[in-house]
């Protein structure tokens, strides 16, 4: 599934955590897999869940069982492209960071609070902030010179919506 505004991401279902057995030449008596699955706008989770949970059943014997447990269940979601909260955004970045021509609207990564506003019908835009790097690890900075201009971008589209 793709999405014209999420052009890098795409829906996956990635193992990331595995636990099983305890020596190389010994039948695991558990197995543990965590799964991170990202979804897309228009993707509903449940039926990917069921649809999962059919799959295992495949696999399924006197010896073999499966349960799961759901950590998160974030939906996809997507503000509407022509809210007026995206238009001021439009305009704004224009404004204050001297953008020029069409600016593109692109999604969000994966997770983010965001799909509780705009299930609720709120239009939210996210991912203006300072210039810098290593975003959510353990050398993230930002430059000092761009968060005037973030607190600016941000007291703009407060102050006009």
């Known amino acids: ?16 955590l595995m636990n099983a057995g305890s020596g190389e030449s010994i039948v695991p008596d558990t197995a ?9 706008p228009g993707q509903n ?3 990917i869940i069921k649809d ?3 799959l295992f059943k495949n696999f399924r014997s006197e010896k073999i069982s499966f349960t799961y447990e759901i950590k998160n269940n974030v939906p996809a979601t997507l503000s509407n492209p022509n809210a007026t909260i995206i238009a ?3 305009k704004t970045m224009k404004q204050i960071y001297g953008f020029t021509g069409n600016i593109i609207l692109k999604g969000s ?3 983010n ?3 509780m506003l705009i299930n609720a019908g709120i239009p939210t835009i996210v991912g203006f902030g300072p210039e810098g790097e290593g975003f959510h690890s353990a050398n993230e900075y930002a430059e000092i010179k761009s968060i005037k201009k973030s607190v600016d971008f941000v007291t703009e589209i407060a102050e006009n919506l």
């Open 1 to 16: 599934v793709k999405s014209e505004y999420f052009p890098d991401y795409s829906f996956k279902i990635t193992p990331t």
């Open 32 to 40: 543990k897999v965590l799964f991170d699955i990202r979804t897309m």
């Open 45 to 47: 989770n449940d039926q």
């Open 52 to 54: 999962l949970m059919a």
């Open 88 to 90: 001021l955004a439009k």
């Open 109 to 111: 990564g994966p997770a």
């Open 113 to 115: 609070e965001s799909y």
